[in-house]
């Protein structure tokens, strides 16, 4: 008789995005004439690019002809992508990071995800709290979460650390003597936007290199910094080559989430239990496929030529206008609000001490804007809401506008 991975009953049913859809389709059909603006979901809203676009027309070309026919695509990704990544988003920042230590895939989501296959079930996993939920949930899945806490929201085994407001929403390094073994760290931060500078993530690079723990370093939003002492990468800090494994994405800078194309970073020094992790991921990539088909792989090598390079900043500057804009009008509205910055995402802590969902109600009904409960992405996320600066500017300006007019 087969049986099920019980681990998979585990994971709560209710789904954080599914359950903000439910209400806004109550709300809508109840109310048919409410003009709703969604500030709500972290997917980008800009088209593709003219070189990305150009290089896929191309590509589809070469598809159609025999002689330049292209089957599987290598495992580990197309050499000339590799190396485009690397010399681009590395070595140019002073990074040493060798083309071939790049593992090209179909996207964070997936990566940040299975990630935690190449380690053992009995590894305690650390996650900034809030944060992306993709990290606990597929240790949930994993076996290494224990049992979740209603009451307290959270899972026994897993060890949250908490982004409060008092440490500028930054983790604080572990104390005491539960050594986390995996340690999930995600600048600049989704939901908060949120991030931290070089000489404070050095001390956490320091700190896993001590304890023989592994670092996950989540840097979809690289692409969004803008301030000079914020570290694009881990492997900016001395050592990361020997604790830490980098996740990028094409999707939030380049506005890949409908194709579908990221990466990974695992240097061939990183090594737990005398094994290189580089090994077990090649092997991983070899038989469980989740790379990205040519075409897809030519419209990423596109985003790193020069004039792919200035449209992803107009693309950033798009976004990141809007974030400025939802920043100012909520600061001056007096709502206390922060993010924004290095990330398109603002963090804003509900006024009059309402919890996140009541505050999601009352900008739902009242605004008719929808945000995202804080309290969907960890504990510490209770009484905050995210807004996303993804939107149409002219729609992000009415929602702001909106908001601060209800405000107390
Ligand atoms: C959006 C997002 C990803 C997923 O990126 P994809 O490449 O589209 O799968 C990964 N990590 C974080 C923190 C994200 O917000």
Redesign the pocket.
């Known amino acids: 008789m087969a049986k099920i991975n019980r681990d998979y009953t585990k994971l709560r049913s209710s789904y954080l995005f599914s359950d903000i859809a439910k209400k806004v389709a109550a709300y809508q059909s109840s109310n048919p004439s409410a003009d709703i603006i969604r500030l709500g979901i972290?997917d980008v809203t800009r088209p593709l690019t003219p070189s990305v676009i150009e290089a896929m027309h191309k590509a589809v070309d070469e598809m159609a002809d025999e002689k330049t026919f292209r089957g599987y695509a290598p495992d580990l990704g197309y050499d000339f992508l590799r190396s485009a990544i690397a010399s681009h988003d590395y070595r140019k920042r002073g990074c040493d990071i060798a083309d071939d230590e790049i593992f090209v895939s179909?996207?964070?989501?997936?990566?940040?995800g299975n990630i935690q296959e190449i380690f053992g079930k009995d590894n305690v996993v650390a996650v900034c709290d809030p944060?992306?939920p993709?990290y606990v949930d597929t240790n949930v899945m994993a076996g290494r979460a224990g049992e979740f806490a209603e009451d307290a929201g959270r899972w026994s085994d897993v060890v949250y650390m908490p982004c409060l407001e008092e440490n500028g929403f930054a983790p604080m390094i572990p104390s005491g003597d539960r050594v986390p073994d995996i340690i999930y760290l995600?600048f600049p931060?989704?939901p908060t936007g949120a991030t931290i500078v070089k000489s404070e993530l050095q001390k956490w690079v320091d700190y896993a290199n001590e304890h023989g723990s592994v670092i996950i370093y989540?840097a979809?939003?690289e692409a969004y910094i803008s301030e000079d002492d914020v570290p694009h990468s881990i492997y900016e800090c001395d050592g990361a080559r020997t604790c830490a494994i980098e996740?990028?994405?094409?999707?939030?800078n380049a506005g890949?989430?409908g194709v579908?194309?990221?990466f990974t970073v695992i240097p061939k020094d990183l090594k737990v239990e005398g094994v290189r992790l580089y090994d077990l991921w090649a092997r991983r990539h070899g038989t469980k496929y989740n790379g990205a088909p040519y075409i897809i792989q030519r419209a990423g090598e596109a985003v790193y030529s020069d004039k792919g390079q200035e449209e992803i900043k107009g693309l950033v500057k798009y976004y990141m206008d809007n974030a400025a804009y939802i920043l100012n009008g909520l600061k001056k509205a007096g709502l206390c609000v922060s993010g924004g910055v290095n990330a398109p995402y603002i963090w804003v802590k509900t006024p009059e001490g309402l919890s996140s969902w009541e505050y999601f109600d009352r900008l739902l009904t009242v605004a008719n804007v929808v945000g995202t409960p804080g309290s969907g992405f960890g504990p510490s996320g209770e009484g905050y809401l995210r807004l996303t600066a993804f939107g149409n500017s002219e729609r992000t300006k009415e929602a702001v506008d909106r908001i601060a007019g209800i405000v107390i």
């Not at 179909?106 to 940040?112: T, W, Y």
């Open positions: 972290g179909d996207g964070a989501k997936s990566d940040s944060v992306y993709v995600c931060n989704n989540d979809a939003y996740l990028r994405s094409f999707s939030k890949f989430t579908r194309l990221g």
